[in-house]
């Protein structure tokens, strides 16, 4: 993830009480600061800024058609702006289509024709639906959102004690609603399994029943919770080195039809495995250029 030099301020206005400022600025005095601007880190940090805006400014889409699935984890208050434009300039090249016509185009009953784009989201915070939700349904936009199950819903203690691992994610914020994420599938968009607890299953895998319970018991859990089938899953952290094969099998086991990694690279007919669609990280709140240079390579590499 790109990371300001500065220590990131807090952008969520839904915690306008005292009290929830307090406990939000306290996740961001956890947080481990960035590096210095004059130490290797902080001029490696500024050579990788100064590359992508470089590519990026002159990066255009493939000639050919293609599909690039795209992830996100957040839209701040400040970025409900730079996220419709993110989206609209995206719809000015292609089109954005749901995860059922990305597996329709993986086993071929759907030609790829054009120039597609699908859109996800993982994690399940909060302002997914606060900010992102309005933007995706102004524009047209149908969106995937995987969660945690079992965090869903979490009050700020329970996320923090839970989850919260200083420096993983820089701003504090709540996670979504079940009531939230059935109106978002009423409304067209689709609910998927991020696991139970956000789980390595690679780690998790050396236990037969803890990993049952992070990808089948998420899936029963949130089928139950929204009465609609949930058919796809993204694994937590997203590289190679965070499934394994009982992980795969256990996923196809469960009955998904489709599983997300955050491994970079192009939907590829005929060759990508529909338990290993590749997705570029983009977030609101980056530069437009690194998006757009995100959004139109697809190198296969590690996700970040």
Known sequence: MLESFRKPKYRDSRMDNPSEQRWAMRQLDMATPPPSVFSKAGIRHRLRDSYLTVRGSMASPPSKPFLHCLYLHSVYDDCRGSFRKMLSDLQTVGQFVDADSVLQVLNGDRPLDGPYFHISFDDGFDNN????????????????????????????????????????????????????????????????????????????????????????????????????????????????????????????????????????????????????????????????????????????????
Not at 185 to 208: E, P
Request: hydrophobic share 35%; proline share 5%.
């Open 129 to 304: 639906y606060r900010n992102a939700f309005p933007i995706l349904e102004e524009l047209g936009i149908k969106a995937t959102f995987f969660v945690p199950s079992r965090l869903v819903g979490s009050t700020d203690s329970e996320f923090l004690a839970a989850w919260w691992t200083r420096g993983i994610d820089p701003l504090p914020t709540r996670m979504m609603s079940w009531e939230w994420l059935r109106e978002m599938n009423a409304a067209g968009h689709g609910v998927g399994s991020h696991t139970r607890n956000h789980a390595r299953l690679s780690d998790v895998s050396r236990s037969s029943t803890q990993l049952a319970e992070e990808v089948g018991g998420s899936k029963c859990e949130i089928e139950d919770k929204l009465g609609a089938a949930c058919r796809f899953i993204s694994w937590p952290y997203g590289t190679n080195s965070d499934m394994n094969e009982r992980a795969f099998a256990e996923v196809e086991s469960a009955g998904y039809d489709g599983c997300f990694s955050a491994v970079r690279g192009f939907v590829e007919p005929g060759r990508t495995s529909r338990f290993a669609i590749p997705r570029d990280q983009t977030e609101s709140f980056w530069p437009l250029p690194h998006i757009r240079y995100f959004a139109f390579t697809g190198t296969a590499t590690e996700g970040r």
